[in-house]
């Protein structure tokens, strides 16, 4: 019985404090502007106001940089699912020259920093034009080891019975790969899509360095760019912050179930 | 043979993508940090010379690169045991008995993980103030004296770091916790009857049981600390005096705002070999461990 009160609460006690700077950051971008600087730190709104939002929206170009973020994060979603699944499902049940030793290679290559390819895939996307374009930001986001190594362990669950009884029907590799494969790699397509989203909308470091234009940036990008001048405004950063997390937290609420199972795909049987 | 090349058209794209996107360049970087390569260079490749180890040993002659080096360590000693630490304790609460509202519990603590860092980082810059800030005057309340957490150097890694742990620690929580629950109830029955307390049991049993997992997420948690950049970038620009300036924000700011390339590579490539050294080394010990 002891036991159980204190387990119950410190699991409250950590909860508490994981939540509250984000309640605190919903609560401060309906103040209005200056009500959050006085001490001691005012815990709720005396009058709530949308004030904040209203400003980000109509008066600092707010809502190109979330449709900017959206488009390059549904773009970024395509693209992963075009590239990485069919590499997958290739790794798990096709047999071509080299193969396994193409697979462990890649896995090997996982410990490489994606910073350290960074300076050279700038150059690279300066001599193909494509700094200061969408076309940039996705460039590194095509393909990714670790989209492929996930699909491809869904894929080995595949039995090649029913690969073979449809090859000896005279079905052609890819008739089967969308009338066969698609249908049974469902799952795993939607962990892969949102892990794309949300690893493209909540990119910074590379976006920061390939979008020059102030009307191409991402939300992150804009927001950091924001902060920087808008020291004091806590209110109106705050709102900018909850602009930038409910889509993301409301995906991941929507379909959580999906994301840990790709978490887990890439760490323990890994 | 006709079906060996219908399965290269499978892989072929992502090959080509990962070859062109990713493998090139990481070639590129070494070769790039052998040279001089600097806005003259941008504008002129005839300007481009090959200079031999020269932005190396320029690094090892500049006392910010070594700052930045022990900064990023300091990062990485606090936060990866404080981390891990937590997650585990955080695993344990959510899989022992008498929790209640488990899935609750788990999404609340993974939410951080997902959620967007510059905009936490923002939201931690201000909970961080000295003045107005709700972390200060909580410690208020309890009696202790205001720190001006991001304003002094003593400080402010140490700030980031709390904000780290707390935006991550949900992440390997998840994977520690799909390890609790691969551990049958025999072997805490067998413990038991051994005479095993609470703490012999988790020493015992729920230790060694977990030991392969933690090994993988130390090496990740590791891994992903020494690329700290968008907390300082946000929080401390990399101050005050410098005691935020890790070695990713380094080599951006030598890349690309003194267009220093070349040296912005040697870091990059300095950064690599720390983390495969690191890497093999926890392996090796790995092995060493559980030959023992």
Same mark, same amino acid.
């Given at each position: 019985?002891?036991? !159980? ?42 009058? /709530?106001?949308?004030?904040? +939002? ?12 979330? #449709?900017?973020?959206? !488009? ?19 790794? !798990? ?61 869904? #894929? ?51 976006? %920061? ?47 959580? =179930? ?13 | ?28 970087? %070494? ?17 481009? =010379? ?5 932005? +190396?040993?320029?690094?090892? =002659? ?29 695993? %344990? ?38 003045? +107005? ?30 904000? #780290? ?12 916790? !799909? ?31 977990? /030991? ?15 690329? %700290? ?51 093999? #080394?926890?392996?090796?010990? /790995? ?6």
């Amino acid at each position: 019985m002891k036991r !159980a009160v204190a387990v119950n609460g410190l699991l409250a006690l950590l909860a508490l404090v994981t939540l509250v700077p984000l309640a605190w950051m919903v609560s401060v971008s309906l103040m209005a502007p200056g009500d959050a600087a006085h001490t001691p730190p005012p815990l709720l709104p005396d009058h /709530a106001t949308f004030t904040n +939002y209203t400003m980000l929206f109509a008066r600092l170009d707010m809502a190109r940089y979330f #449709a900017n973020s959206l !488009a390059l994060a549904i773009l970024a979603t395509l693209l992963s699912l075009t590239f990485n699944v069919t590499a997958g499902y290739a790794f !798990a049940k096709l047999h071509f020259r080299g193969r396994d030793r193409l697979f462990r290679l890649l896995i090997a290559a996982l410990v490489i920093p994606a910073q350290v390819a960074m300076i050279p895939l700038f150059l690279l996307c300066k001599e193909l034009g494509l700094v200061n374009s969408f076309a940039g930001v996705l460039a590194p986001n095509l393909a990714t080891i670790f989209g492929i190594f996930l699909v491809r362990q869904y #894929a080995l669950s595949i039995p090649d019975e029913m690969l073979e009884a449809a090859r000896v029907d005279g079905a052609g590799e890819w008739r089967i790969f969308g009338h066969i494969v698609l249908p049974g790699l469902a799952p795993i397509l939607i962990t892969l899509a949102i892990i794309a989203f949300l690893t493209s909308w909540s990119d910074f470091l590379w976006p %920061l360095i390939i979008l020059n234009d102030a009307d191409k940036q991402t939300l992150p990008v804009a927001l950091a760019g924001l902060a920087r001048e808008h020291v004091q405004d806590i209110e109106l950063m705050m709102a900018g912050a909850v602009v930038t997390l409910v889509p993301v937290l409301l995906l991941f609420l929507a379909l959580q =179930r999906f994301y840990v199972r790709g978490l887990l795909a890439g760490s323990v049987k890994g | 043979m006709s079906r060996e090349l219908t399965a290269w058209t499978f892989v072929a794209p992502a090959l080509a993508a990962l070859g062109l996107f990713f493998a090139l360049p990481v070639v590129a970087a %070494l070769l790039l940090s052998f040279t001089d390569f600097d806005i003259y260079a941008l504008a002129d490749l005839g300007n481009l =010379r090959f200079v031999g180890l020269d932005n +190396y040993l320029a690094l090892a =002659r500049t006392p910010l690169f070594w700052k930045a080096l022990g900064n990023t360590a300091e990062f990485v000693i606090l936060g990866v045991p404080l981390s891990i630490a937590l997650s585990l304790g955080a695993a %344990l609460l959510v899989n022992s008995r008498v929790a209640r509202w488990r899935g609750v519990f788990r999404t609340i603590y993974f939410a951080p993980v997902v959620t967007t860092l510059v905009a936490v980082a923002l939201i931690w810059r201000y909970l961080f103030q000295a003045r +107005y800030g709700l972390i200060d005057w909580a410690l208020g309340r309890v009696g202790i004296a205001p720190i001006d957490w991001l304003g002094d150097p003593a400080w402010a890694m140490p700030a980031i770091v709390i904000f #780290a742990v707390w935006k991550n620690f949900g992440y390997n929580m998840i994977i520690l916790l !799909a390890g609790l629950q691969t551990i049958p109830d025999e072997l805490y029955e067998a413990a038991r009857i051994d005479g095993a307390g609470a703490w012999g049991q988790f020493r015992h049993v729920t230790l060694p049981a977990l /030991a392969p997992i933690m090994l993988v997420v130390s090496i990740l948690t590791v891994a992903g600390y020494f690329q %700290l950049f968008a907390e300082p970038y946000v929080m401390t620009q990399g101050g005050p005096v410098e005691s935020t300036t890790s070695i990713i924000y380094m080599m951006v700011d030598q890349g690309f705002k003194f267009w220093n390339l070349g040296v912005a590579t040697a870091i990059a490539v300095v950064l690599f070999a720390i983390l495969l050294s690191l890497t093999l #080394a926890q392996l090796a010990l /790995a092995r060493r461990w559980s030959r023992a």
